[in-house]
């Protein structure tokens, strides 16, 4: 098990081998968070630079799924882009919504039996590491960027657990900034939600309320 001290050590030692392009996808991402928490229609922009970097980063590291899935967030931040701009009945971009819990646990069941066998697959038939994790972060993660898209408030609910099981993936395969990266993912994702249901409080009060996006 690593220590703080010696994560501290190493993740400065990267900090100062990282590339011009690596930063920027950092920067990005961070960005992208902070944008998507307030419902700006630019985080979508700052998702598609972030993930366009990280792709070849996470095949590089052969976590496989991984980079797939950034080539996903990277199709997803068009359809997100054109949803919360023209989205909605009336075209003036969508409303937050929410879920019920019956239909969030057939989705639960769902995506977990998708990636158990996703999982499987490339355990055995590929060179991709960690590959059941690999398999559970990436469906879940393809499932909770439409929630994103579509602006369903427990969105944030699931990207604090799919956040978690990240930063094991990345410390595992030694990407120590990009794990303390999701570290702080973790937090604003709370931060995230609980803004996100106030909002949509206030939106049932008030249909009008925040319509479209900044």
């Given amino acids: 098990m690593i220590t703080v001290s010696e994560w501290w050590a190493q993740a400065n030692e990267q900090a100062h081998a990282l590339t011009g392009w690596e930063a920027m996808a950092v920067l990005l991402a961070i960005a992208y968070l902070l944008l998507a928490m307030r419902r700006s229609l630019w985080c979508w922009p700052a998702a598609a630079g ?5 792709m070849a980063l996470f095949w590089h590291v052969a976590l496989l799924m991984e980079s797939v899935l950034n080539f996903y967030y990277l199709l997803m931040a068009g359809y997100g882009f054109w949803q919360w701009r023209f989205g909605g009945d009336r075209g003036a971009g969508l ?4 879920w019920s819990w019956t239909t969030h646990l057939v989705i639960i ?3 977990t039996a998708v990636a158990l ?3 499987y697959l490339m355990d055995t038939r590929t060179h991709a590491d960690l590959a059941y994790l690999d398999a559970l972060t990436t469906c879940f993660a393809v499932v909770t960027t439409v929630m994103v898209a579509r602006k369903v408030v427990e969105n944030w609910l699931y990207w604090v ?9 990345y410390l ?3 990407l120590y900034l990009t794990s303390g990266l999701f ?4 937090g604003m994702a709370a931060l995230a939600y609980l803004q996100w249901r106030d909002q949509h409080r206030k939106e049932q009060s008030d249909p009008n ?6």
Avoid: N, P
């Fill in 183 to 186: 570290l702080f993912y973790v």
């Fill in 109 to 111: 069941a769902g995506t």
């Fill in 95 to 98: 409303a937050l919504t929410r």
């Fill in 50 to 54: 972030s993930t366009v970097i990280y």
């Fill in 172 to 174: 595992e395969k030694g």
């Fill in 209 to 214: 309320w925040g319509l479209g996006c900044a």
């Fill in 161 to 169: 657990v799919i956040d978690l099981v990240s930063i094991y993936l």
């Fill in 117 to 119: 066998g996703l999982g």
